[in-house]
C-alpha cells in the first residue's frame, strides 16, 4: 500500500506530513514508557523483520498480490508508540534507499500503513484479550482478528485521503469498494503472519510480547471451600547472564530469519502488483503518478543496480536493506530508551535533592 508521489496533491500530502510527524512526536514520548533494556533491542528487530517481509508478496487474487503491513505485529510485539516508529523507521528506509512509496507521500504511507493500522490493531486486540480467557491462545486469536482488521482500516484511510486530495476525478465510492474489498484478502495474509510470529515469540519468551504482559492468571486456593488468591512467593532469582543468553538467542533467530526472508526467499515472491497498484491501474487513480525522487539509487527496486544476476541482485539488496533498518531502528530504540533513563535518574529523582 505504498503511495507514490503524484497520487495525493501537494496540499493534503504536506497536511498528511504534519499529521504524521506529530504522531511519530507522540510516539517517541509513549515509547519511552515501553521501551526498556529487553525490548529495545526487539523493536529494532521488528522493524527489520517488517522490512524482510514486506518483500514478499503473497498472491491474494488473479493478477493482484499483498504483503505484510506490520502495524499490527510491531503494537503487540513491542507496543502501540514504539509499533508506529517501527513501521515509520521501515517506511524511511523504503523511501530514501529503495524507492518504494514516494518521498513527497511519506507523510500520507507513515499515517496510514503505520499511524492507522498500529492504533486499529491494538484497540481490538485489548478489546480482545479483555474478554476471552486469560491464557496464551487467546493472544494469538486476538493477534490473528486485530491484524485481519487492521489491513482494511488502512485501506480505508487511504481512501479517505484521496478522496480529499486525490490528483484524478474517480468515483470515491468504487475506489472504497475495491480497496477495502482487495485488503480484506491481504489482510487475511497479514493475520496468518502477524498469529505466527506472535505466537512463536510467546512460546519462547512470553514476557517480550508487550500485548502479553499482565494476562496471566492469578494462582488461587480453596480455603474452607472458597477460592481465595493465594499468597505470592517471591520469584527465585536466576543468574542475569542466563536470561542475557535467552534474549540474545530470541534476537539472533529472528535477524537470521530475517536475513533469510529477504535475502533468499524473497526471490520466489509474486510478481503481481500489489493491492494498491492494481486499483489503481482499474480505476485510474495514478493517471499523474509521478517518477520516485530516488529512483536512481543503486538499491532502487529492491535490487543492486550494476549486477547482472536479479536474483543476487535482489537478494543483496534485501540483505543491505535489514541491516540498515536493524542498525537504524535499534539506534532510535536505544536513544529513547536512554531518555528514559535519564528522566529517571533526574536530580529532582534523587533522594536529597530538592527543587
Not at 500485548?211 to 532469582?237: I, N, Q
Not at 530508551?337 to 535519564?342: D, H, L, P, S, V
Request: proline share 5%.
Amino acid at each position: 500500500m505504498h503511495v507514490p508521489d503524484g497520487f495525493i496533491n501537494a496540499p493534503v500530502s504536506a497536511a498528511a506530513g504534519v499529521v504524521a510527524a506529530g504522531a511519530v512526536a507522540v510516539s517517541l514520548r509513549g515509547a519511552r514508557r515501553e521501551l526498556d533494556e529487553r525490548t529495545a533491542p526487539l523493536a529494532g528487530l521488528v522493524a527489520a523483520f517488517i522490512f524482510a517481509v514486506q518483500m514478499l508478496n503473497f498472491p491474494v487474487a488473479a493478477g493482484t498480490s499483498g504483503h505484510l503491513l506490520g502495524g499490527a505485529l510491531a503494537a503487540i510485539l513491542v507496543g502501540p508508540y514504539t509499533g508506529v516508529l517501527c513501521v515509520s523507521v521501515v517506511l524511511l528506509m523504503q523511501g530514501i534507499l529503495f524507492a518504494d512509496g514516494g518521498l513527497t507521500a511519506l507523510g500520507v504511507n507513515i499515517s496510514v500503513m503505520a499511524v492507522v493500522t498500529s492504533v486499529v490493531a491494538y484497540a481490538v486486540f485489548r478489546g480482545l484479550v479483555k474478554v476471552l480467557p486469560r491464557k496464551r491462545g487467546s493472544v494469538t486469536v486476538s493477534a490473528f482478528v486485530a491484524a485481519l482488521i487492521s489491513v482494511p482500516a488502512a485501506a480505508a484511510a487511504f481512501t479517505l485521503v484521496y478522496a480529499i486530495g486525490g490528483t484524478t476525478d474517480v468515483p470515491i465510492g468504487s475506489v472504497l469498494t475495491a480497496m477495502v474489498g482487495v485488503h480484506v484478502l491481504i489482510g487475511i495474509g497479514e493475520a496468518a503472519i502477524t498469529a505466527a510470529t506472535v505466537g512463536a515469540v510467546i512460546a519462547v519468551r512470553p514476557d517480550l510480547v508487550h500485548g502479553a504482559r499482565g494476562l496471566t492468571t492469578p494462582l488461587k486456593l480453596r480455603v474452607d471451600g472458597e477460592l481465595v488468591d493465594a499468597p505470592v512467593a517471591e520469584p527465585t532469582p536466576s543468574p542475569a547472564p542466563v536470561a542475557a543468553r535467552s534474549t540474545r538467542k530470541v534476537l539472533l533467530a529472528g535477524l537470521g530469519i530475517s536475513l533469510l526472508l529477504a535475502g533468499v526467499v524473497s526471490f520466489y515472491a509474486s510478481a503481481s502488483p500489489d493491492g494498491l497498484e492494481k486499483v489503481a491501474a482499474d480505476k485510474g487513480i495514478d493517471a499523474k503518478a509521478e517518477d520516485h525522487a530516488a529512483a536512481g539509487s543503486p538499491l532502487a527496486d529492491y535490487g543492486v543496480q550494476g549486477l547482472d544476476n536479479a536474483r543476487i541482485a535482489g537478494g543483496l539488496a534485501g540483505v543491505i536493506g535489514v541491516g540498515v533498518t536493524v542498525v537504524a531502528g535499534t539506534g532510535v530504540f536505544w536513544a529513547v530508551r536512554r531518555r528514559r533513563a535519564g528522566e529517571d535518574v533526574s536530580p529532582s529523582a534523587v533522594p536529597g535533592n530538592v527543587g
